[in-house]
């Protein structure tokens, strides 16, 4: 169970992941680099993590619909867990 300053944390996160992926988007437009959106939402935490890149690209080109930057980001930050924990 987390406690309350641990959740308010994962909350300030995940608004800064989204504040930056809203960035991006606008810097970018809508063709958006893969590697730059997973930095975006992690915050550059993952430079050079290939892997996570990859799961990230196979996610989003199985994706039958374009997706929002909440569904992005969201869908980024449960391949990270799912990775932490199965890996």
Known sequence: ?????????????????IRRLSELSQESGPRMDINEIVNAVLGGETESDRELVSLVRAAFQSSAKPMGLLEMARGILAIKKWREVWV
């Not at 169970?1 to 996160?13: F, G, Q």
């Open 1 to 17: 169970m987390i406690d309350e300053e641990e959740a308010l944390e994962k909350l300030r996160s995940f608004r800064d992941s």
